[in-house]
Every structure is written in C-alpha cells, then in structure tokens.
C-alpha cells in the first residue's frame, strides 16, 4: 500500500553526469513537492508543482529542474551535479484547495552520491 | 512562520509516554501546529496537528496550551521504533514549505 514511491532508492552519478530522480505517488493529491536533505541537516524545500503550475524556491539552483508529466508523476532532473549536491532527495505530495495546502506525505527518498 | 524552539534530545524508556514539548511564542492566530518525525534514512512521516484544541489519533496525542505559546506531542506507549527526530513546525494552511527546524532527537531506550 505504498503511497509515494521514490526510484531508484540509492543513486551514483559522476560529476557533471545529468541524473533524473523520480517520484510517484498514488494518493492523487494536487501538489508534490522536492525536498534536499544533506547530512545532519533538515529538509529544505527546491520547488513544487501546484497541479501543472511549477513554483521554484527563490534559492533553488538553475541546476535543478523537474518536470510533471501527469497527476500520479514527478522528475527532478540535475543538469551538471556537483560534490555539493550529494544528498537525499524526499518527493511529498498533498492536497491543495486553493490558497491552502494540507499535510504533506512523503517518500522514503533517493539517495544520491557524486563521484 | 512562526518560530519554534523544542529541546535537541531526549529519552524515553521503551512503554512509557514520552512528551516532547514546543515553545512558539510568537505563534499567530491563523498558525496550526504540526509534528512530523524522521526515522533515521527514511523520509519524514505526517504525526498530527491542531489549531487550538488538543488532538488525539492513532499515533498520538497533542497538547495545545490555552494561549497557544506551546504544546506538547505524546506518545503513550513508546517503543522502540519511535526512536526518530520529531519536528515542531508552525504553519498556516497558505504556503507551501515546511521549516523543519532542528528537531528533538527522540531515543526510545529498552
């Protein structure tokens, strides 16, 4: 009864290699979310989709982007990683009504180490 | 968001409750308080949340003083899978981010 699925759980990339995290979700909530989490720190917010309106935080990189094909999926693609971006990467969903947004549900994250 | 301040650690011996407590004085009429955990290497987990009143489900129960500067999240019966790091967090029901902050780190001891 999984309800926000991440692959793969445990990624390597090489520096500078693109590398495509993915998130599904089956709670057909409105809104997901990408959240960078690196070591003994707490999750940070990238950006989130708002049914197909994309919100970027104001200190995301250009470096990560993420793509929504459809209710049920969300990408988060990094174009060039670097040393810095090893981390965990946690997609939540929730619904959204309006100006309010619920309580967030979240995956078991992808961990993503640069070479 | 408001601010929250919760102590860096605490320990609970496994079967007992343990209160995790959250000061957030500068709290607004309009801000729930929510509690999510974080086991360690997995993603956090929703606990629960409230406006005003005090709240009960499943997995715990949250305690809202009157004037709302602080509430208590308890878990009646630990155990040792409740070993996590729990965050307070203030929000409005507008807005999408969660601030985590630092958390309690939670040991549930045998």
């Known amino acids: 009864d999984a309800m926000v699925i991440q692959n793969p759980r445990y990624q390597v990339t090489q520096f500078g290699k693109p590398v495509t995290l993915s998130c599904s979700q089956t709670?057909?909530?409105?809104?997901m979310y990408w959240y960078q989490q690196k070591s003994s720190q707490a999750p940070k917010l990238l950006f989130h989709?708002?049914?197909?309106?994309?919100?970027n935080e104001a200190d995301t990189p250009d470096n990560f982007q993420s793509r929504r094909p459809n209710t049920s999926f969300c990408f988060l693609d990094i174009r060039s990683p670097g040393l810095g971006d090893a981390a965990m990467y946690l997609c939540?969903?929730?619904?959204?009504?309006?100006?309010?947004?619920?309580?967030?549900?979240f995956g078991p994250g992808t961990r993503l180490t640069v070479t | 968001d408001a601010k929250t301040t919760q102590p860096t650690s605490m320990d609970c011996a496994e079967g007992r409750a343990a209160n995790l407590p959250c000061n957030h004085s500068t709290i607004s009429g309009n801000e729930y308080v929510y509690w999510y955990r974080q086991i360690h290497s997995q993603g956090p987990q929703y606990i629960i949340h409230g406006l005003k009143n005090n709240e009960t489900n499943e997995m715990a129960s949250l305690i809202i003083t009157e004037d709302r500067k602080s509430s208590t999240l308890i878990l009646p019966h630990a155990t040792l899978r409740d070993t996590a790091v729990y965050y307070c967090i203030v929000r409005e029901y507008s807005g999408y981010a969660l601030n985590f902050g630092k958390g309690t780190s939670l040991l549930v001891t045998p």
């Open positions: 709670l057909n909530h409105n809104v």
């Open positions: 939540a969903t929730s619904r959204g009504e309006g100006t309010a947004t619920y309580e967030q549900y």
């Open positions: 989709y708002y049914d197909k309106d994309f919100n």
